[in-house]
């Protein structure tokens, strides 16, 4: 069974600044991670696929990166809609399992 | 627009059961894989189990804490998900959210659209 990591538990930044997000899975997911917000109240909204891809209507501001086990989301500039809890998540095979991390709540500092 | 709105939530007591259901619109219902994620208070996200369009035959897994107890179905005529939870426990107390399942085939993994969440409330 494959186990995500992230850190840090909780980011404090300014707009303005950049948000680096880390995410580890315990074994190889190849590119095959998603990334997720999730404000307060609301359903999470898919961000990245396959590591590196933005969804549809995601900013440019918002980049994945990583295969393998270590893989980052990024936020260049934050703006203040992007304080939110960030998840990562992959699928495993055997057994068959959809796995999300822990989550980074980015907050204001 | 492609649209996911979930339903059936509630209070139910311990050993009851629950039927969620989840009204997809605005996408070909019949060919996606969906699942359904659940979220108890103040924390994280869990996966619950997911369905495979029945033209990739239709067969559905489930996380080890709901198995035999939850069962996902599909009516694709009434574009239609549903959850039918039984012999409900406290810790199943959560969001219910139901998702579209991405990817490129065979590897859908990403969940794209995700329904706005029931609540279900396990208590005596």
């Known amino acids: 069974e494959i186990v995500l990591t992230q850190s840090p538990a909780t980011l404090s930044l300014s707009p303005g600044e950049r948000a680096t997000l880390s995410c580890r899975a315990s074994?190889?997911?190849?590119?095959?991670l998603a990334w997720y917000q999730q404000k307060p109240g609301q359903a999470p909204r898919l961000l990245i696929y396959?590591?590196?891809n933005r969804a549809t209507g995601i900013p440019a501001r918002f980049s994945g990166s990583g295969s393998g086990t270590d893989f980052t989301l990024t936020i260049s500039s934050l703006e203040p809609e992007d304080f939110a809890v960030y998840y990562c998540?992959?699928?495993?095979?055997?057994?068959?399992?959809?796995?999300f991390g822990p989550g980074t709540k980015v907050d204001i500092k | 627009e492609v649209q996911l709105v979930e339903s059936g939530g509630g209070l139910v007591k311990p050993g009851g059961s629950l039927r969620l259901s989840c009204a997809a619109s605005?996408?070909?219902?019949?060919?996606?894989?969906m699942s359904w994620v659940r979220q108890a208070p103040g924390k994280g996200l869990e996966w619950v189990g997911r369905?495979?369009?029945?033209?990739?035959?239709?067969?559905?897994d489930y996380a080890a804490p709901v198995k035999g107890r939850f069962t996902i179905s599909r009516d694709d005529s009434k574009n239609t998900l549903y959850l039918q939870m039984n012999s409900l426990k406290t810790e199943d107390t959560a969001v219910y959210y139901c998702?579209?399942?991405?990817?490129?085939?065979?590897?859908?993994?990403?969940?794209?659209?995700w329904g706005k969440g029931t609540t279900v409330t396990v208590s005596s």
């Open positions: 605005g996408f070909t219902f019949s060919n996606a894989w």
């Open positions: 396959d590591a590196s």
């Open positions: 998540q992959q699928r495993s095979n055997w057994p068959l399992k959809f796995t």
């Open positions: 998702t579209t399942v991405d990817g490129l085939p065979p590897y859908y993994y990403y969940m794209d659209v």
């Open positions: 369905i495979k369009s029945k033209t990739d035959g239709g067969t559905t």
């Open positions: 074994q190889s997911v190849s590119s095959y």
